[in-house]
């Protein structure tokens, strides 16, 4: 197997520090380094549909909510882990874009629903393809098996950060 930047690294930190297993920062940075590529790769088929990565995580967070697909500002709020501020930039851009609308909540007086628009529903539908052809392609230097055990190995170390 052909080596990487982060062997180099390693190696160099064999060399400086032959007492630390320094193995843990192979993991550690070329996960960083994947994950700087992957959200390259992401920004840019989301960008296809005039969309960023936090304007298409709302339009994929309501379309997998199922119909309506309308969910709360703080549903929304709590599935991104995004700031109140945040949430409201996004939602103000895409309802100018016609892709969501506010509507009163039915069950609070004082609140309101986000609500995706036929437009939105169409424009996400398409993106969402496009974003999973794209993962696909990520990925193919991986075999199913490969990648089943991956997405395995990292679900058990986000739990850890997680619990």
């Given at each position: 197997?052909?080596?990487?930047p982060?062997?180099?690294?390693?190696?160099?930190?064999?060399?400086?520090r032959?007492d630390?297993d320094?193995s843990?920062?192979g993991?550690?940075?070329?996960?960083?380094?994947l994950?700087?590529?992957?959200e390259?790769?992401?920004?840019?088929t989301?960008a296809e549909f005039e969309?960023?990565?936090g304007e298409?995580?709302?339009?994929a967070?309501?379309?997998?909510s199922?119909?309506?697909?309308?969910?709360s500002?703080?549903?929304?709020?709590?599935?991104?882990?995004?700031?109140?501020g945040?949430?409201?930039?996004?939602?103000d851009?895409?309802?100018r874009?016609?892709?969501v609308?506010?509507i009163?909540?039915?069950n609070d007086r004082r609140?309101t629903l986000?609500?995706?628009t036929?437009?939105?529903?169409?424009?996400?539908?398409?993106?969402?393809?496009?974003h999973?052809?794209n993962?696909?392609?990520m990925?193919r230097?991986?075999e199913?098996?490969?990648?089943?055990m991956l997405?395995?190995?990292?679900?058990?170390l986000?739990?850890?950060?997680?619990e």
């Amino acid at each position: 197997m052909n080596a990487d930047p982060v062997d180099a690294i390693l190696a160099q930190w064999q060399r400086e520090r032959p007492d630390l297993d320094a193995s843990p920062m192979g993991v550690i940075g070329r996960m960083a380094r994947l994950s700087k590529h992957l959200e390259r790769s992401v920004q840019a088929t989301v960008a296809e549909f005039e969309l960023n990565l936090g304007e298409f995580d709302v339009l994929a967070t309501l379309r997998r909510s199922g119909h309506p697909y309308q969910l709360s500002p703080t549903d929304l709020f709590n599935a991104m882990m995004v700031s109140s501020g945040t949430m409201t930039h996004r939602i103000d851009r895409l309802e100018r874009a016609e892709w969501v609308k506010r509507i009163p909540d039915p069950n609070d007086r004082r609140g309101t629903l986000i609500l995706m628009t036929n437009e939105g529903l169409s424009l996400i539908d398409r993106a969402v393809a496009a974003h999973v052809a794209n993962a696909h392609h990520m990925l193919r230097a991986l075999e199913t098996s490969e990648r089943e055990m991956l997405a395995l190995l990292l679900r058990k170390l986000l739990i850890s950060f997680e619990e």
